[in-house]
């Protein structure tokens, strides 16, 4: 963690006082890289608006290399390729493909960005320092990884010294994800930093804009929500991180 960022007991206190907290500038770092996903974004079908609520469904027209295969693989094929990917050149300086973490039949699927260093070395998301934060927020409402959670992300492979997916690794990628969650099938899907935002509801929006809303991914609800690491580096967006959790837990009944 940089100097100066809030420490995770802190950020407890603030998320169990969150009434008393104070909205602070919404701004995730790179709102302004509007190539992101630039060959995936632009299937997501608004259907509609009601009380505030969001309502998109997207069809991915699916135009990467190998994209039918993968579709058609059941979750032991489908991890055993992935597990093998040479697809973009991620696959050169990675240690461990990182496919997933959790149970296959849970109801909450969470995905993220892309494996940083720690998840790189163990093959599992989240067990660096945002996966520590992120378990704590599950456990505020009352969701834990160890039962109720698998989680992923939109990279299986760690974009050197933690840079942003680029577009062209997330096209190749994303037939993995597409199928990963047509096999998992989970209740609900949160969605945690823009890319993945991005990704599942096609918008080349802002986090900011994009949460608060509740999405349909191909018919399951999707909750958007700042990711761990950019919430470890701004505690201003905690207040509204405590919210889109809260409308996860209401989602999830
Ligand atoms: N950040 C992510 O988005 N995913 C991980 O697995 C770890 C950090």
């Not at 660096?128 to 505020?140: N, P, T």
Request: net charge neutral; with cysteine.
């Amino acid at each position: 963690m940089k100097p100066g960022s809030p420490r995770l007991e802190d950020l407890i206190v603030l998320l169990s006082r969150s009434k008393d907290l104070g909205l602070g500038a919404i701004v995730l770092d790179g709102l302004t890289r509007e190539e992101i996903l630039s060959s995936n974004l632009d299937s997501g079908v608004e259907l509609g608006r009601t009380g505030g609520e969001t309502v998109v469904d997207q069809s991915f027209s699916g135009t990467s290399a190998g994209v039918e295969v993968v579709s058609e693989m059941n979750y032991e094929v489908l991890e055993e390729t992935a597990g093998h990917c040479q697809k973009c050149a991620l696959c050169e300086k990675r240690n461990r493909v990182v496919f997933a973490d959790g149970h296959r039949d849970a109801r909450l699927m969470i995905i993220g960005e892309a494996p940083g260093a720690k998840e790189d070395q163990a093959g599992i998301p989240f067990v660096g320092h945002a996966g520590k934060f992120l378990d704590l927020l599950l456990a505020s409402v009352s969701l834990s990884r160890k039962d109720s959670v698998y989680i992923c992300n939109v990279l299986k492979c760690r974009p050197p010294a933690n840079r942003d997916p680029l577009p062209d690794e997330i096209a190749m990628c994303a037939p993995y994800l597409t199928q990963q969650i047509a096999l998992v099938a989970p209740e609900v899907i949160l969605a945690v930093g823009t890319f993945a935002a991005q990704f599942l509801t096609g918008k080349k929006l802002p986090l900011g804009k994009l949460r608060g809303s509740t999405y349909s991914y191909k018919g399951v609800p999707l909750v958007i929500t700042y990711h761990p690491a950019a919430l470890l580096r701004n505690s201003g967006w905690t207040r509204p991180t405590w919210e889109d959790f809260q409308l996860l837990r209401k989602i999830m009944g």
